[in-house]
């Protein structure tokens, strides 16, 4: 005679076989197991059917465990995915902040004196490469924590910008260009260098906001249809 509990027993003894071994995953799948023999009992099955459709349903155990391992794979690579992405941003944002006050540093300490040199090379290749990093990753990040990295970054060096302007109109230490104020180009540049992360970062997530609603408008007249 079938036996509905002891039936469920060997089904569990069958799963941790398998290697699925953490309790709350075969907890669950057990509980879609009962609620989906419970309904097949209310249909007018018998036990032993209704059992043995529900292990069809669910899938055997080594389809499963392969199910659980490509979960646990993609959660382990998303992990290794947004601590990239954050440190990308960390990295790049202090990437451009040094650039930046090296222009400072070279063009003017204590006086504005612009000049070519190897110094000035190496600054805007340093400020070329932060500008195309931030273009790759405001199209990169998705996920929310690497969001919020990204818009502290960007607010971090959009304060540095205004702060830095402001002190480069009203001239009155080391770094603001002596007794007159810097010119416009250079001022302007400087602080567009330093804003082109925050226009990067929220021009992506309008974008991304968008499509969203789209997404959600499409789905709506979907299912009005």
């Known amino acids: 005679m079938f036996e509905l509990e002891q039936a469920i027993l060997d089904w569990r003894k069958q799963m941790l076989a398998a290697g699925i071994k953490t309790p709350v995953p075969l907890d669950e799948l057990e509980i879609h197991l009962r609620e989906e023999i419970e309904r097949r009992v209310k249909s007018g099955w018998n036990e032993s ?4 459709f529900a292990i069809q349903k669910i899938g055997t155990a080594e389809i499963i465990q392969r199910e659980f391992t490509k979960v646990e794979t993609g959660n382990y690579k998303k992990l290794i995915r947004t601590t990239g992405l954050i440190a990308a941003w960390l990295a790049v944002g202090f990437l451009q902040f040094v650039g930046v006050m090296r222009f400072e540093l070279c063009w003017n300490f204590f006086s504005f004196h612009p000049k070519l040199d190897f110094d000035t090379a190496i600054n ?7 500008t195309i990093g931030f273009w790759f990753l405001a199209k990169s990040s998705c996920d929310l924590a690497s969001r919020i990295i990204a818009f502290l970054v960007c607010s971090f060096l959009t304060i540095i910008a205004a702060f830095n302007y402001y002190s480069d109109l009203h001239p009155k230490g080391i770094f603001g260009g002596g007794r007159e104020a810097l010119p ?17 970062w929220t021009w992506r997530e309008c974008r991304r906001k968008a499509q969203k609603r789209n997404s959600l408008g499409n789905q709506r007249q979907i299912h009005s249809n």
């Open 49 to 52: 059917d209704s059992f043995n």
């Open 124 to 130: 805007i290749t340093i400020l070329f490469a932060g």
């Open 184 to 200: 416009f180009w250079f001022n302007g540049s400087v602080a567009l260098l330093l804003l082109t992360p925050g226009i990067f």
